[in-house]
């Protein structure tokens, strides 16, 4: 011990300085932000836009831009960064090329900031009354790098994702005149107001920069439309004319579900309201509200092959009703005065959540699908939020962020780390506020009471009508007398069970079948995989590919997890079906199930015991007496 501390001492003594030696500390430099802050202010001068979109072939788009300028100095311009309906900061900036400015025919030098990398920075010369500018917006040609948004037979032209606009004012006090140049033969549409055409040349009447995001544009080579109401209209995009092939009985169900909306809220918010719909395989998807217009695809046999199931059908109404809520009436968080301030995202269970809940009803109710399917969601819906581990830990308010957090990644457990959840457990929240409304008031009132009081408001405003976390809850007591500040704040902000009760409620019960029904096997159709969720834990694409593994499920439990590969079972070669007689004949076995799995370049066989066989479910009615479920979703005379 001694000669230990004689040898430190000595270690001490030869290396004094070691001793005293202390690490570098800098200090930050300080972020400065060069923008301007939004001013609500008219903006001096009208901009315009033009965008050349002839470059189908290539999937360019060509803008040049006039911004007047009302003297010499500094300037900021800016690209949309925080999109309204996407929840987050989704602007592709990396889309944006070639970038060139001009002042009297010489270049202006600009400067992108190094913090805020949407702005870019200029000083205006002495002179000039104008600045012109130009730039390619460069749609992706492959799904990897993006959302498609031209192709040789369609385009989705949206005017944030190629306009920069002048920083330090109010959008909506922005005044812009838009105009586009299509291949010839094409047909555009959009709620725009057309001023003039010139050949493929259409030119737009002035809106605000607020009105031109808010008003994108579907162009296509086969086109057709139908008028739905006086004032809504249904444009359809096809990849080939055939897909075109809509039947009489097809477009009656979208009539009646504007009908059924309208006798919803008993007044609009829109002059002239467009339903814009490609149905593709080559576009990219979406689903996207706007306040006269929507949005919207589906695959291109979405009418040819109606009769085959109605997976996603309920797209339209739920972007239909956003006119409603989420455009006309807003979280007060989501009132923003430019593209580049942040939204808070905390009422999205109303916004999103109630939307969810209304386009499912209002598909029941206008027959855009059959009420039995509406019913196969809800239970699926059910029995999903019942099981979801991820309840333990992360109250639904928490997911409001999710469009920030995680901007819809793949995630290794979705079940334990929960995702959007605030669209399909929000909806589960309004169908137990339906059922207590139905209850607490012998049946005479329901939430269709508060939707007409809340959203139905001031008929033919277009404006922007924000809304509180206390005006919910006030508009709900004037319908029925309850503590809904504390039962919304609980269903929102705790943990624990999923809101279920409007089962009960509503006379049905959440059971289990051995065969799924036709609803859900046209969804698993839809997203082309198996859907074993209820059963052995797991969702099965193309090829025996795990797609998705529930948390503390059977499959879990054996270390298996995305992106593993199943290659046989039993013995033999995989195939849905061979999977689906496996998990039948182990319940009756009671033999665990030999599987076969690749993961990278191992392979193992892993015994699942599981010996519950299929499980799909189901809403199972209760008594014989009136249902206050089946009365939600009857249509309103």
Known sequence: ???????????????????????????????????????????????????????????????????????????????????????????????????????????????????????????????????????????????????????PEMLNLQWEKMALYPAGYFVRNIKITPSVTLPAGWTAATSLDVANRAGNRITYRPVSFETLVDSPMFAGVHYRKETLAPDVNLHIFADRPEDLAAKPEHIAAHRRLVEQTLKLYGADHYDEYEFLLALTDKLGGIGLEHLRSSENSHPRNHFTAWEDGSAGRDLLAHEFNHSWDGKYRRPAGMIAPDYSTPTRNDLLWVYEGMTQFYGNVLSARSGMMPVEDVKSELARTAAYYDILPGRSWRPLIDTTYDPIINARRPQPYGTYQRSEDYYSEGMLIWLDVDSIIRERTNGRRSIDDFARAFFGVNPDDQGINPYTFQDVAQGLNAVAPYDWSSYLTQRVEQTGKAPLDWLKRGGYRLTYSDTPSAYFKSREKDRGVLDLTYSMGAVIGKGGVISGVSWDSPLFNQGIHSGVTILAVNGREYSDDLLKSALREAKTSRQPIQLLIKEAETYRTVPLSYFEGLRYPTLEKIGTGPSSLDALLAPRP
Do not use: C
């Open 1 to 151: 011990m001694r000669k230990s501390v004689l040898l430190l001492a000595a270690a001490l003594i030869a290396f004094p300085a070691a001793a005293q030696v202390r690490n570098t500390e800098p200090q930050p430099i300080p972020i400065v932000n060069r923008t301007p802050p939004a001013r609500d202010i008219p903006y001096p001068g009208m901009l315009t836009i033009d965008v050349d979109a002839t470059d189908t072939a290539r999937a360019i788009y060509r803008v040049k831009q006039t911004i007047p300028v009302s003297g010499a100095g500094p300037m900021t311009l800016l690209l949309p960064e925080w999109l309204p309906g996407n929840h987050a900061p989704r602007g592709p900036i990396h889309q944006l090329a070639g970038l060139r400015i001009t002042a009297n025919g010489r270049p202006v030098q600009w400067r992108r900031d190094n913090v805020d990398v949407f702005a870019f920075h200029l000083d205006v010369p002495s002179g000039v009354s104008a600045l012109n500018v130009q730039f390619e917006h460069l749609s992706p040609t492959q799904g990897a790098q993006g959302r498609i948004t031209m192709t």
